[in-house]
């Protein structure tokens, strides 16, 4: 446990959680993570809950598409428990909706047929979760509250890096910030746009925008002025 300590300490950006995270994902057999706000309702779009996450985005994608014939799938699950849970998505017609709903997406990745949740609750957006999905066999005890206790200090970890104020006033909206962070973290468009849940065209479109209020002529250039003018860290 203190060994993730220390090397959560040494995280600075969402990057390094991503990293991490993703280190932690494989450390217990699953293959994604997912870390989510609760949405404003539950039938609202599936993107509006993600914060960070590995998952690929045609996942997302089909998340997105059951959530608007359906229900929202991390909304309903958020909504319906306190405590962390298992699904098995073999389970079918015992799966509450909001599960069921993620297990009929889940059908386009051979890769996913469980999925371990951890509710949380942050102070700004209200409840959320950190999830976990792959295929793997059921967790014991010790283990799943190993990693329910990773979720939490990782989720903690989280918010403090994402509330880090820019150093000086910023022309850049939190979205272009963000794109040009992953972008200095050596993302490509279709990488930034997996981990943001965001089209290649969206993600370009912000990054040409941080060229344009900069005055730059490419995305290092970007970057650079923007790390010399304590836009991004």
Not at 47 to 74: G, H, M, R, W, Y
Not at 122 to 147: I, N, W
Not at 182 to 198: M, Y
């Amino acid at each position: 446990m203190e060994l993730v300590r220390a090397r959560l300490a040494q995280c600075v950006s969402q990057f390094d959680i991503f990293r991490f995270l993703r280190e932690i994902t494989g450390l217990f057999g699953f293959r994604y993570f997912l870390v989510a706000n609760r949405p404003g309702s539950a039938g609202g779009p599936f993107s509006e809950s993600v914060v960070i996450t590995s998952v690929p985005s045609e996942f997302t994608q089909k998340c997105e598409d059951v959530a608007t014939t359906a229900v929202n799938p991390l909304a309903a699950v958020i909504r319906e428990t306190s405590v962390p849970s298992e699904y098995r998505f073999q389970d079918g017609g015992s799966l509450p909706p909001g599960v069921k709903a993620l297990a009929d997406a889940a059908r386009i990745d051979a890769d996913v047929s469980c999925w371990f949740v951890v509710p949380l609750y942050d102070p700004e957006h209200g409840p959320a979760a950190v999830s976990f999905m792959g295929q793997r066999p059921a967790m014991g005890f010790t283990e799943s509250a190993e990693l329910t206790l990773y979720a939490h200090l990782i989720h903690e970890k989280l918010r403090e890096v994402s509330a880090k104020p820019v150093k000086t006033a910023s022309p850049l909206s939190d979205r272009e910030r963000e794109c040009l962070l992953w972008t200095a973290a050596g993302k490509t468009s279709v990488e930034i746009g997996q981990i943001l849940d965001l089209s290649e065209h969206t993600v370009n479109h912000y990054l040409n925008n941080v060229a344009r209020k900069v005055g730059a002529v490419n995305r290092t250039q970007a970057v650079a002025y923007a790390m010399r003018n304590g836009y991004i860290d």
